[in-house]
């Protein structure tokens, strides 16, 4: 497999311990605040809990997973790219595939804190319509919305 291409896949329990520790490293970056869940719980909510809702999928790079997103028709509810694989589309590639999966509009939550996270979401067509949902590292949020064709 030519090692410089990105594919993108359902996601596969066989890559879950390698999905949560990038998922986690990505995370920590972007918000400086440490998971507020073990490791196993992490990889028991990546198998078990997420798909029930979303689909997930994720980018490998040959065989290393350099992202995740998790979304449905009309949400996004994770997008964690590789600290060392941020700035090469993967993001983008992965907001492609949920937005052609979409109903026309998709909404997120992104972190006040992550400055890149915003950025990135506004330069892809997400557009800022609330701030401030509750979530389990109580750090304020802004909420995104992108809508097909505007």
Known sequence: ??????????????????????WRESKY??????EVHSFE????????????EYQVDIALWGEKVVGIIAYNESEISQLYIHNDY???????SLLRKAKEQSSGRL???TFEINKKAQRFYEKNGFKIIGRGHENEEN??????EWVANE
């Open 29 to 34: 970056k972007a918000i400086g605040q440490k």
């Open 1 to 22: 497999m030519n090692q410089n291409k990105i594919i993108i896949i359902p996601y596969d329990s066989k890559y879950a311990e390698q999905t949560v520790e990038m």
């Open 41 to 52: 719980s992490h990889i028991y909510f990546l198998n078990h809990i997420l798909h029930k």
């Open 86 to 92: 941020q700035g090469k589309s993967i993001g983008k």
């Open 107 to 109: 909404i997120l939550y």
């Open 139 to 144: 750090l304020a949020d802004i909420q995104y």
